[in-house]
């Protein structure tokens, strides 16, 4: 209470102390139910109304506790969308540019132990697995472009760097291998004219062309000069002509690709943040089917959108993958960091042939005919019409009869062949990633072509190869951490923390109420009791007064 409001209470106190000791003048009633003493009972209300006023500050706290708990998480959430959302100049644009990682690819190679026997007796083909040869890679975006509709647009740089230090020999290691620009030949011309397919036995006999090849590691992913390519250049139509005259499997990768890339930025819509929005100004490939399997709806693999769930599909596109790549929750991870993560992998059915799961059908373009073997996924109208075949590494997810027809592939292993990556749920971010696959070549039996005679339908194992990286920086992970950690404990100690302070004030309040109220009614009564008391006596000092004196 105020000084002044104590005053008048004591004022009040005092009116009352005079009127019961001379009860007995009409003017005392009349004070009593007077103007000043209106007041003072409007004073006692004014006292309590201070204790109403707090359990309505004690009932918003309560509230604005129970709005935290409901609303606090979309709050965080608008706060992480504008954070990852890709604006030119922010720390995270930055670090989409210019990852601050150093990712490696690890080569393993089957080389190809009995070529001559398997050609000429006819024996299984023995592969012995060599590897790992590792490089690391620098990855940058360059030439970035701030488009209009919310998107932008780049080229991305790779560069990579032999390390001979974490690999089993130098790039001069020799292996052999397949011909594959022969047998890529020798297996399209199986179903044109004869006379064409005996031309061509004729061309490999002049050029001295052989099913295998013995070249260097170096050579196999980065070029070498084929005569048969060579042959090409000069005899092929300009318009149907390849645009490398050597073979590499890697070949051209070094350096800044042509390819133009434009993705969603998330500013305008946080869902679409970093999905591909076309490719080479192509919104969907041309290759197969369906709308469904030619959309390029999917992420370069470095982000995705955020607020991720167990039930996500998260899709991946890669120009040399020739389809996008869905990728399935399978459990919770913690990374070496502490930052916890959430790991998807391609489900079984993804290069599941169509009598398994009826919806890879789309991946026919000549129909069930043209369908890749369970396990394998055919890439051939992205590689210039060569048989290449997807798997994953030792055929894993494949059937059996395709390892077995080789010797000297192990069983696969899940921990050493899978392919997963791992992400941040709450900003999408990539944590960790393991992307393996294997390249096989789908080899067809021409009796013609005296070269191949011997070389039997089969699916030739390459090389199998994982991509990725092991853990990010520390600048990256802290604010991992702080976003995946800290806004709930703000949310829980502003929960607690409001609502027990409204509840603290709530009972207070309330007591101080009953109590007053049970002052008030004290001093109601006592008033009632002293009217009382002195309207009788006013009554008897009359009837006293109206008695006749007596003589």
């Known amino acids: 209470m105020q000084l002044d409001d104590i005053l008048h209470i004591n004022n009040c106190k005092a009116d009352r102390s005079s009127l019961s000791t001379t009860p007995n003048t009409k003017t005392d009633l009349v004070n009593m139910n007077g103007p000043k003493h209106k007041f003072c009972t409007k004073l006692s209300s004014t006292y309590l109304r ?36 890709l604006r030119p100049g922010a720390k995270t ?77 130098p790039e001069d290691d020799v292996v052999i291998v397949p011909n594959i620009p022969m047998l890529s030949a020798t297996s399209q011309s199986k179903h044109a004219a004869r006379f064409l397919r005996l031309a061509m036995a004729s061309i490999m006999d002049i050029l001295k062309i052989k099913p295998f090849v013995q070249v260097s590691v170096g050579q196999l992913l980065w070029g070498y000069e084929d005569p048969l390519l060579k042959l090409a250049k000069d005899v092929v139509p300009k318009e149907q002509k390849l645009p490398y005259e050597e073979f590499g499997l890697l070949y051209g990768k070094n350096g800044t690709s042509s390819d133009r890339v434009t993705v969603n930025t998330g500013v305008d819509d946080i869902r679409r943040y970093g999905i591909i929005d076309n490719f080479n100004g192509r919104t969907h490939l041309p290759h197969w089917t369906t709308d469904a399997c030619n959309t390029l709806a999917g992420t370069d693999g470095s982000i995705f959108p955020p607020h991720i769930d167990h039930d996500r599909i998260l899709h991946v596109y890669d120009k040399d993958l020739c389809r996008l790549l869905p990728l399935v929750f399978e459990k919770e991870v913690m990374t070496s ?24 059908m789309c991946f026919c373009p000549a129909g069930k005919p043209s369908c890749s073997p369970n396990g394998l996924f055919n890439v051939s109208l992205c590689q210039y019409d060569s048989p290449i075949m997807l798997s994953f590494p030792h055929f894993y997810l494949a059937d059996e009869s395709l390892r077995t027809q080789v010797e000297g592939i192990s069983p ?69 951490r702080f976003a995946e ?33 049970h002052r008030q009614s004290t001093l109601h009564l006592e008033g009632s009791n002293y009217l009382a008391t002195a309207q009788v006596d006013m009554n008897k000092k009359q009837n006293k007064d109206n008695q006749p004196a007596r003589y």
Request: hydrophobic share 45%; aromatic share 12%; charged share 20%.
């Open 50 to 85: 201070k204790w109403w006023i707090t359990i309505v500050v004690a009932a918003a706290l309560i509230i604005g506790g129970i709005v935290v708990a409901c609303e606090f998480t979309v709050l965080i959430d608008a706060v992480v969308d504008r954070m990852v959302a």
């Open 93 to 169: 644009f930055g670090w989409w540019a210019k990852p601050p990682v150093e990712p490696r690819i690890s080569l393993y190679i089957y080389n190809v132990t009995n070529a001559d026997d398997f050609l000429s007796n006819g024996s299984k083909a023995i592969v012995d697995e060599v590897g790992p040869y590792v490089y690391s890679e620098t990855w940058e975006k360059v030439n970035i472009v701030e488009n209009d509709n919310g998107t932008l647009s780049y080229n991305l740089r790779k560069i990579y760097s032999f390390r001979e230090d974490l690999s089993v020999g």
């Open 337 to 360: 960091n502490e930052v916890p993560g959430y790991r998807f992998t391609p489900p079984e059915w993804v290069f599941a042939d169509v009598d398994s799961h009826p919806d890879n």
């Open 412 to 480: 696969p292993v899940k921990e050493k062949h899978q392919f997963f990556f791992d992400v941040q749920p709450k900003m999408g971010t990539t944590l960790r990633v393991r992307a393996r696959i294997q390249i096989n070549l789908a080899v067809s039996q021409v009796f013609d072509i005296k070269q191949v005679a011997n070389f039997p339908d089969i699916i030739f194992p390459i090389l199998w190869f994982e991509e990725g990286i092991d853990n990010l920086p520390d600048e990256v992970t802290d604010l991992m």
């Open 485 to 517: 950690q800290v806004p709930p404990k703000i949310r829980v100690a502003l929960i607690v923390g409001l609502c027990t302070l409204g509840v603290i004030l709530l009972l207070l309040s309330t007591f101080c109420l009953i109590r007053n109220s």
